[in-house]
């Protein structure tokens, strides 16, 4: 190992059984594959030159090193590569300097890196740690890619903690498995985040992800990845993966979906150009929830599977464009979206007007304008003016049924008679109507005139229009007297008259206004 180490070559003890070579089985190695980790730690820290011509690197396969490997505070500058060895005891890096350390589908009992710092890459792909892993403000200066990792939980039921991590590039963390909370919360990724087709669970706990004021320049991918059969013992990028969705699968791979078990929570975070749900599934308790509260992005791609349970929170979010299915959403009581500004809608497959309405009556239990009034917004900037007077009657409706029995009364005359002014062309059926009726009834009348040398001609059509449009005076009414049922057929006229002129001011005011 000491000559690999100077030639930069790998040092190499595993054998031709598959089965026995990897070290996830358990299978006992024996001495002649056991390095002291005091050696390696030697290694690394204190090592000898390099021979002329080459470059010093730690390159193993097949190893079992046994001791705890710590390395804390420590600055490491050769190349570090293992791959399939095996760790008895956990690894110690606790601010720990490297320019690239690669661990590929090794069994770790436990990582220890808070705040270590690397100048290139920090791979992680295929492992198995047992006991959790901890990347506490950690700095890796291009990628982190943890591809295929299962880590199950800690003493404090976390399975990754990275507070405060800083990636400079890319963070890929695709097909992975976690029994534990995934905590990053203020973390900050300097192009993308993937989480294509990784399954996370936390039975133990309200959230399997948890990453509060998060922020990624790029996207953040929860969709779909392909498996592809690769040897295990490849550790050449991207370690077995197949392409990710929107690339057409070769023969032999696998897709998979991402799967969450428990809570998500991505409050207040930055994503600089989009979050993609494609396809994802929620598994939630009641108490739990997919929240996005406050998060700004240019772009959300909500298509995922409709949870069961829990609710999806968007309270609070500044979205560009929302991408949706109406399958997604969830029903009534699972859905909040108070103070939710989005400025475009893009639905995917069917979405008519009535399913976009239930959407919004599955986010207000409790009647609330803000929701339909971002809806009519959106509509009446698309172009769908229809569309956005139907979502304001709407409004009108769901807003009587918080009203005194009086007024709701009232409301249900106007909604009947011309829709809260959405509908205009209603007022003007019923103005036709009236009128005839008035018509009819007052052409089988002859009334006296009030002053016999003072009075028009009698025109029952004029006579029942001048009742009928308030304000203006067509020079019929105030010069005939009316006895009996004939003053009260003149009232109802009169009073229909004001309810359909109010109703239809009330209707040209707000297209003022929208206008």
Known sequence: MWQAFRNGSTYDLTGNDPLVDDPMTGTPWGPGRSVRARVVALLLLSGPQARPGRVAALKLRGVQITGVLDLSGGTVAPYVEMNGCRFDSEVLLPECRFTTLRLVSCSIPRLEAARLHTEGDLHLPRCRIAGGMRLTDAQIGTDLLINQIVVHRDRRGLAIAADGLSVAQDLQAELIETHGEIRLRGAKVGVSLSLRGSRLSNPYGRRALNAPQLTVERSMYLTPAGLTSQSYGNATPPYGLGPGLGSTPARGVRMQRFECQGGLRLDDGRFGDAIDLQDARFTMESDQEL?????????LRFLGERPERGKVVLSGARIVTLVDKSTS???????????????????????????RLEWVTAATPEYAPEPYERLAAVKRNGGEDSEAREVLLAKQRRRRETLPPAARLWGVVQDWTVAYGYRPGRAALWMAVLWAAGTLAFGRYDPEPIKADEHPQWSAPLFALDLLVPVINLGQDGYWRLEGGWQWASACLILLGWVLATTVAAGASRLLRRG
């Open 329 to 355: 959403w969830p029903g009534p009581g699972g859905l909040s979206m108070g103070g939710f500004v989005y400025e475009n809608l893009v639905p995917l497959g069917h979405f008519p007007l009535a399913r």
């Open 291 to 299: 929240s996005l509260r406050r998060i700004q992005t240019p772009e």
